[in-house]
């Protein structure tokens, strides 16, 4: 049932993460890993020092988990799909039982085709009661069909899904799936996107803040925009964090590395500002492949990156009493 949801700086009664531990929507294999990677980077040591209770409900998986980067999985494209749908059904559902507690779930990819689950569960969440805003931080728009797109890879078609774009077969469709409205769709950070994407977005109304508006206006300006709309319209925030909106240079741990993405400050700089508008209700973190990482440099940033959305500041709050969970 829907409900009102919690946010950053409303200090939510416990942040809940759950892992995908799934590369199925991707071409290359090894995110799959990512979820366990965020935890060794340190994860929830970094929230529960910031004074936040935290529950961690593991990882939902398929039968065979991923183990390899190879590009050739052995696995039929249907199958994949399959793998797909399944674990965005069981994220739906998960995400709803979180959000309907009163808690902030923090979704762990796992490739960006976990998004069509979480942000699903928002947006069954919210239903007509509040409004939900995504903003989507990445070098992609990830607003293919299967229809435009080159590759065929859903990790880079969940937006048009969940925006109810046509060309989608009766297979993605269920009670797990949410809709959003494209014109509540932020894309931030993009600088690779295909020609018919491009004409979708446009034709759709989506905000794109590609990395040519955030060099000539910057990060500031943007945000306040962008931060001042959602506060108008009173709605839930959904940050969909993709690693591969980082320039590679601090975050070589991705499979669809862009050169050109945003800077260590730039991305910090994201962050702190979502946490200070209050608006964040739920997150995702996707695309770390820690076989492609060195030395767990793109794990440790987006540890780092998440503890600023969470309240991390140089001079900061005195955090209060800890707490831990696990659940099954």
Known sequence: MPGVSMSV???PRRIDLIGIATASGASVRGCGMGPESLRVAGLVEALIDLGHRVADHGDLRRPRPDVSTHPSSGRAPEQRKADVLDLAARTSEAGMTILSEGCLPVFLGGDH??????????????????PVHVMWIDAHADYNTPLTSPTGNL????????????????SFAGPWLGRIDPRNVTIFGARSIDRDERKLLQSRGVDVVDMR???QLGVVALMQKLLERVKTA????????DLDA???????????????GLSYREAHLIMEMLHDSGSVGSLDVVELNPFLDHGGQSAT??????ASLFGRSIMGEEPGPMEFTTEA
């Open 246 to 260: 980082m320039d590679p240079s601090i975050a070589p741990g991705g499979g669809t590395l862009v050169p050109g």
């Open 213 to 215: 508006k955030i060099d």
């Open 234 to 241: 009173g709605a839930h925030m959904h940050v969909s964090l």
């Open 155 to 170: 990790h880079g078609m969940p937006l048009a899904l969940l925006c109810g774009e046509p060309g989608f077969d009766d």
């Open 9 to 11: 700086s409303a200090r």
């Open 301 to 306: 940033l987006l540890v780092d990156l998440a």
């Open 113 to 130: 085709s976990i998004a069509m689950g979480s942000v699903s569960a928002v947006a069954r969440h919210c239903g007509d009661e509040r």
